[in-house]
């Protein structure tokens, strides 16, 4: 296996809801010392396609990667993928689901606003909403700064954008998993203790979460990210071991969207990686730019 010395295999462009380009993110990763990086945009999967044909020589180490915005009865899941071919159907049907309903939110959380506050936009901005590739929370709530509505993007967020309970459609956990597997990916569930909002997913419920997943064919789980503390670090190191998944670790970077820097995974040095981590290094597929060019 190739040693990395440094890894992030969580971070959004502006084809989801970053605020770097694909090409830009390469900057930034370098910048940053990462030797090998993932980019996983909400249902969306383009930018790895930028990414390939701007990497050159030199650059680092590229893992195509996506992350799917999951619900069922029982809470919300973020299962990422890793190595897929993405030019496989199942993912590409999958994404384009998502955009689906994530375009409806969108038009059912500009209608809520309005009725409930009185919050409109300007036609060309709302255009531009409707013209992004995946718009989310943080499109709107700059908006709102951008009017006046909220004093920041988090106020905008928790004390309006959220308010809106919908009903809309969604992409159930298991059809994330079953669409990853089937184009040669390793699915993995994303910063595992974190459901939506403020939950925390501790315990038991966490076990019983991950032996369901599991059960639709989850291979892996998040165990370094950005905002864990050691002890959720070490407990889902330790569900890990138990049920033999794959280990990875992201930032979950987005730019000036969020407060989080690349690279910024809580991670030591490959002399630290657990054996999950190892094995996800030496099953997954890995675009090198020293060998593709």
Same mark, same amino acid.
């Given at each position: 296996?190739?040693i990395y010395?440094?890894?992030? $295999?969580h971070?959004h462009t502006?084809?989801?809801d970053? @605020?770097d380009?694909? /090409?830009?993110?390469?900057g930034?990763?370098?910048?940053?010392?990462?030797?090998?990086?993932?980019? @996983?945009?909400?249902?969306?999967?383009?930018?790895?396609a930028v990414?390939?044909?701007?990497?050159?020589? %030199?650059?680092? /180490?590229?893992?195509y990667?996506?992350?799917f915005?999951c619900?069922?009865?029982?809470?919300?899941?973020?299962?990422?993928?890793?190595?897929?071919d993405?030019?496989?159907d199942?993912v590409?049907e $999958?994404?384009n689901?998502?955009?689906?309903?994530?375009?409806?939110?969108?038009k059912?959380?500009?209608?809520?606003? $309005?009725?409930?506050? %009185?919050?409109?936009?300007s =036609?060309t901005?709302?255009?531009?909403?409707?013209?992004?590739d995946?718009?989310g929370?943080?499109?709107?709530?700059?908006? *709102?700064?951008?009017?006046?509505?909220a004093?920041?993007k988090e106020?905008?967020?928790?004390?309006y954008?959220?308010?809106?309970?919908?009903? !809309?459609?969604?992409?159930?956990?298991? !059809? /994330?998993?079953?669409a990853?597997?089937?184009?040669g990916?390793?699915p993995?569930?994303?910063?595992?203790?974190y459901?939506?909002?403020?939950?925390?997913?501790?315990g038991?419920? *966490?076990?019983?979460?991950?032996?369901?997943?599991?059960?639709f064919?989850l291979?892996?789980?998040?165990?370094?990210?950005?905002?864990?503390?050691?002890k959720?670090?070490?407990?889902?190191?330790?569900?890990?071991e138990?049920?033999g998944?794959y280990? @990875?670790?992201g930032s =979950?970077?987005?730019?000036?969207?969020?407060?989080?820097?690349?690279?910024d995974?809580?991670?030591?040095? &490959?002399d630290?990686?657990p054996?999950g981590l190892i094995?996800?290094?030496?099953?997954v597929?890995?675009?090198? &730019? =020293?060998?593709?060019?």
């Amino acid at each position: 296996m190739k040693i990395y010395n440094k890894i992030d $295999l969580h971070m959004h462009t502006t084809v989801s809801d970053g @605020t770097d380009t694909p /090409a830009e993110i390469i900057g930034r990763v370098k910048d940053a010392g990462i030797t090998l990086f993932s980019v @996983t945009d909400h249902d969306a999967a383009d930018g790895g396609a930028v990414i390939e044909k701007t990497l050159k020589k %030199g650059d680092p /180490a590229f893992i195509y990667g996506v992350e799917f915005s999951c619900r069922d009865e029982e809470g919300r899941y973020h299962i990422l993928g890793y190595g897929y071919d993405p030019k496989a159907d199942s993912v590409r049907e $999958l994404i384009n689901t998502g955009h689906i309903h994530r375009m409806n939110k969108l038009k059912q959380r500009l209608e809520f606003l $309005l009725e409930q506050y %009185g919050f409109d936009f300007s =036609d060309t901005d709302k255009k531009t909403l409707f013209s992004l590739d995946n718009p989310g929370k943080p499109h709107i709530a700059n908006l *709102m700064v951008k009017y006046g509505y909220a004093k920041s993007k988090e106020d905008a967020i928790e004390n309006y954008i959220n308010k809106h309970k919908s009903k !809309e459609k969604y992409i159930r956990p298991e !059809e /994330a998993i079953t669409a990853i597997l089937d184009a040669g990916g390793i699915p993995v569930l994303a910063h595992p203790s974190y459901g939506r909002g403020d939950e925390l997913i501790i315990g038991s419920d *966490m076990d019983e979460r991950l032996k369901k997943l599991i059960g639709f064919g989850l291979k892996g789980v998040e165990a370094f990210y950005s905002e864990f503390s050691p002890k959720l670090q070490a407990e889902i190191l330790g569900f890990a071991e138990k049920y033999g998944l794959y280990v @990875t670790a992201g930032s =979950d970077y987005h730019g000036k969207n969020k407060l989080v820097l690349p690279g910024d995974t809580n991670l030591g040095g &490959p002399d630290e990686y657990p054996g999950g981590l190892i094995r996800f290094l030496n099953d997954v597929t890995v675009l090198d &730019p =020293d060998k593709q060019k």
